[in-house]
T-cell receptor, first 112, second 114 residues
């Protein structure tokens, strides 16, 4: 039973560029949540997707957008990258919006 | 918004020692979860708690959901070297504007005593 998978593992971009991160949920899960984790901090909630719609959003600007596909996989897009966007981006999946969330290994984004 | 205070920030363990850490919130949660994160990896779920006063174990780990619903505790008994890592508490609400998302503490870093 595959757990949550994310791609790519690492990514290096320059300021102003755009990036797309991908997530496949754990088998049987239908909800995907995205988190940003800065070095030395706990994860911060970005948004949650359920039934292909954004259901909750944290305190992140519109440069952060996402999508959920019919197979429940999800993408996180970040436009106009800033140095401060450098972080570990984590995807978590759950069965329903309120159940336990299981995390993937993350994508390490470095913005130069 | 809600914030979680997790303590201690860091601690050193010697093999065989018991370890305790806790998490407090300015407001109540419906669910408390404890995760462990190793360097370069995603958090791994250790224990989930759903009811005030609930005490749940997972091997050598025991966690409690505080009666006030504003705190939670994690104990590790007879620690071993692989317990080293960062432990995060997270709260989740079932209602209101932040329904469903997890709010994390800043973590407790467990290291081996030199």
């Amino acid at each position: 039973d595959a757990g949550v998978t994310q791609s790519p593992t690492h990514l290096i971009k320059t300021r102003g560029q755009q990036v797309t991160l991908r997530c496949s949920p754990k088998s049987g899960h239908d909800t995907v949540s995205w988190y940003q984790q800065a070095l030395g901090q706990g994860p911060q909630f970005i948004f949650q997707y359920y039934e292909e719609e954004e259901r909750q959003r944290g305190n992140f600007p519109d440069r952060f957008s996402g999508h959920q596909f019919p197979n429940y996989s999800s993408e996180l897009n970040v436009n106009a990258l800033l140095l401060g966007d450098s972080a570990l981006y984590l995807c978590a999946s759950s069965l329903g919006r309120l159940n336990e969330q299981f995390f993937g290994p993350g994508t390490r984004l470095t913005v130069l | 918004g809600q914030q979680l205070n997790q303590s201690p920030q860091s601690m050193f363990i010697q093999e065989g020692e018991d370890v305790s850490m806790n998490c407090t919130s300015s407001s109540i949660f419906n669910t408390w979860l404890w995760y462990k994160q190793d360097p370069g990896e995603g958090p791994v779920l250790l224990i989930a708690l759903y009811k005030a006063g609930e005490l749940t174990s997972n091997g050598r780990l025991t966690a409690q959901f505080g009666i006030t619903r504003k705190d939670s505790f994690l104990n590790i008994s007879a620690s071993i070297p692989s317990d080293v890592g960062i432990y995060f508490c997270a709260g989740q609400n079932a209602y209101g504007g932040s329904q469903g998302n997890l709010i994390f503490g800043k973590g407790t870093k467990l290291s081996v005593k030199p």
